[in-house]
Every structure is written in structure tokens, then in C-alpha cells.
């Protein structure tokens, strides 16, 4: 399976942004998607799941501004993010995996190259 990831980029707090994984190979057993986000100087955490149902779970950080959502017909999951802060700055990782039981926060199956989010104040 490979992730790819798109729709980073620079923008001011207070703006939007939609990040989208596009999952391609043999994806007919993933059971979640999700992102995850590496802020400088930080370890990796958790930002968002949504599971093959569309159950989610969102980090307390962004819970409020971030969306999730997935499209099975195309593979893809979309992190709608709004209200950014310089706070949300990182670079963002698409993630998947096959198993219910690290759903939402133990996602480590397969992972996109990320991309860079950066909101300047």
C-alpha cells in the first residue's frame, strides 16, 4: 500500500487548509486512516482517525477547528483543517492500517511521506 499526501503549504492563523491521502496498491483491508503531525523540535502525535465505518477521533488540540472525512470509493481521507494556529505548524503524515484494534491512535501499518504545513501569526 502507498499513501500519498498532498495540499500542505504556507498560510496565516486564521485560514484554512484541506489536506488529502490518496491510498493506492492492495487497500482493500485497510480498516483506518488517519494523520498524524511532527511539529518542530517534537515528537510525532496524533491528529486525526477515521475508521473504514466512519468512526473518528480527533486530538484534543483540534478538536473544534479539524475535520476528517473519507471517501472508500477513492481510498482517499481529507483533514479539513480550519482556524489554523502557528501552533498547528508540522509536517503532517497520512497513516493506515489493517487492524481494528489500533484504531484510533496505534495507526502504524503504512505511512505517506509528509507534508509541510507551516501558519505564521
Known amino acids: 500500500v502507498q499513501l500519498q499526501a498532498s495540499g500542505g503549504g504556507a498560510v496565516q492563523a486564521g485560514a484554512s487548509l484541506r489536506l488529502s491521502c490518496a491510498a493506492s496498491?492492495?487497500?482493500?483491508?485497510?480498516?483506518?486512516m488517519g494523520w498524524f503531525r511532527r511539529a518542530p523540535g517534537k515528537e510525532r502525535e496524533f491528529v486525526a482517525a477515521i475508521s473504514y465505518s466512519g468512526s473518528t477521533d480527533l486530538a484534543d488540540s483540534v478538536k473544534g477547528r479539524f475535520t476528517i472525512s473519507r471517501d472508500n470509493a477513492k481510498n482517499t481521507v481529507y483533514l479539513q483543517m480550519n482556524s489554523l494556529k502557528p501552533e498547528d505548524t508540522a509536517v503532517y503524515y497520512c497513516?493506515?492500517?489493517?487492524?481494528?484494534?489500533?484504531?484510533?491512535?496505534?495507526?502504524?501499518?503504512?505511512w505517506g511521506q509528509g507534508t509541510l504545513v507551516t501558519v505564521s501569526s
Open positions: 496498491g492492495r487497500t482493500f483491508n485497510i480498516y483506518a
Open positions: 497513516a493506515a492500517d489493517r487492524q481494528r484494534g489500533r484504531f484510533p491512535r496505534g495507526m502504524n501499518d503504512y
